[in-house]
């Protein structure tokens, strides 16, 4: 698809159904295909951290959360569809994992919290295999022991909760010792599911 820059960083320019389209397509061309979904302030961060940027770009879809993205754009006389919340992406994600019969890795979040989220998202999405969950507070050294446990899952979906920097650096650093299909960075979604 058609990608535009705005301050240096490049986003999809697709709507929800577009998005999830190409979220699905990984499925079939295994991965993982890494999806990132920065928002104004993020897009700000990232001019001044350079790891982020890289990651950022370095994803393979890269959608735009919030109004704030979606106006900059306009401004500068670029257009997106309009926002793409990450929130809603992972709902819609979910959703089609209850449907085909995938399984989810929840990665991120204070101890506890990808447990309760888990519980959350089974009566939400009632047929949905948590495949594994870890809360996300855990240093470079332990790094290749969170990843095994990953591929041991057998998980399809990775979601990591461990906010900006971390959650996009972690994908792309990774990337190529991931068995998943699809891993996608969620910031603060598994509090607000764990409620
Ligand atoms: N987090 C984590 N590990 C860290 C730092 C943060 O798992 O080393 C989690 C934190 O518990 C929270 C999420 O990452 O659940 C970050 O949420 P925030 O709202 O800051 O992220 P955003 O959605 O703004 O990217």
Same mark, same amino acid.
């Given at each position: 698809t058609q990608k535009i820059k705005i301050m240096g960083i490049l986003l999809d320019r697709v709507d929800y159904d577009r998005a999830l389209q190409k979220i699905e397509r990984f499925l079939e061309t295994g991965g993982p295909g890494v999806i990132v979904t920065p928002n104004a302030e993020i897009i700000m961060a990232a001019r001044k951290n350079e790891k982020l940027k890289e990651a950022v770009n370095g994803a393979d879809l890269c959608f735009p959360d919030g109004i704030g993205v979606v106006l900059a754009a306009r401004i500068i006389g670029k257009s997106l569809y309009g926002r793409t919340a990450g929130f809603d992406l992972m709902t819609q994600m979910l959703d089609m994992a209850a449907r085909r019969n995938l399984s989810v890795f929840l990665l991120g979040g204070k101890p506890g919290v990808a447990e309760e989220a888990a519980g959350s998202i089974k009566v939400k999405f009632?047929? @949905?295999? @948590?495949?594994g969950t870890h809360h996300g507070y855990f240093d470079e050294n332990g790094e290749g022991q969170i990843i095994d446990m990953i591929n041991k899952s057998g998980a399809h979906i990775l979601l990591v909760a461990m906010g900006a920097p971390k959650q996009e650096i972690f994908m792309i650093k990774n990337r190529n010792k991931l068995h998943c299909s699809i891993a996608m960075g969620v910031g603060g979604s598994l509090d607000v599911l764990a409620g």
């Open positions: 009632p047929g @949905i295999k @948590i495949a």
